[in-house]
């Protein structure tokens, strides 16, 4: 069974500071990752997509691959309270190219 | 805008009822996916098309559901005898060329069934 884990939070940061989102996942031989951002109510929306090791910077976005710990985060510079959302971390699943995700972290930015 | 579509966007059913849920995937799109997701849980994988062909039903949740993508275009999700633990929110997300391509999602079907 491939699992994508998270910690559901809720992660509360102030306004103007750093947000670190983070992901562990079982399938070693997993090729793609991905960060959606869901507002209460709403679907999914895509943040950043990431296939290699390393950093991914988008705007306030940077996403963090490390294949060999299995691992992938994502880090919001300068919190804005328009981000506090849930974050979903999603990875891809084989060769069907369904998603595997996360069951989300609840984001809270305080102004 | 040319983003993926659904219809409705909302449905209150009473139980035993069929329900049909409707996805316009973003016209140069091969790939379509359903998802459902439950309160609390990120969103859960149902079955995909590529073009025309249903490529993977195994994971619809029991027969009483069905999809179909006449044409490779738009795609139809229907819940027969539908039951209180269907209630979710139906998620359909497209995608183009290979399996690890980013999918992108509609806005969903909100499903409520009393």
């Known amino acids: 069974q491939k699992e994508v884990e998270q910690n559901s939070g809720p992660l509360s940061v102030p306004e103007g500071a750093i947000a670190s989102l983070n992901c562990t996942y079982s399938?070693?031989?997993?090729?793609?990752f991905f960060w959606y951002r869901q507002y209460s109510g709403k679907s999914p929306e895509l943040i950043m997509s990431?296939?290699?090791?390393g950093d991914k910077e988008d705007g306030r976005f940077t996403a963090q691959l490390n294949k060999a710990s299995q691992y992938v985060s994502l880090l919001i510079r300068d919190s804005q309270p328009s981000d506090s959302a849930t974050y979903l971390c999603a990875v891809g699943g084989g060769s069907q190219g369904n998603l595997i995700f996360g069951k989300g972290t609840k984001l809270s930015v305080k102004p | 805008d040319t983003g993926v579509s659904q219809d409705p966007r909302h449905k209150i059913t009473k139980r035993g009822q069929n329900v049909t849920f409707r996805c316009d995937p973003i016209?140069?799109?091969?790939?379509l996916y359903w998802y459902r997701q439950t309160l609390g849980q990120g969103p859960e994988f149902l079955t995909y098309f590529q073009n025309e062909a249903q490529l993977e039903k195994s994971r619809l949740l029991s027969d009483r559901f069905s999809a179909e993508r006449p044409k490779g275009s738009f795609s139809t999700l229907e819940i027969q005898r539908t039951e209180q633990g269907d209630s979710a929110m139906y998620l359909c997300?497209?995608?183009?060329?290979?399996?690890?391509?980013?999918?992108?999602f509609g806005p969903g079907t909100r499903l409520l069934v009393l």
């Open positions: 399938d070693r031989g997993s090729q793609s």
């Open positions: 990431i296939y290699s090791n």
């Open positions: 016209s140069e799109h091969n790939r």
């Open positions: 997300a497209s995608s183009w060329g290979q399996s690890q391509e980013t999918q992108y």
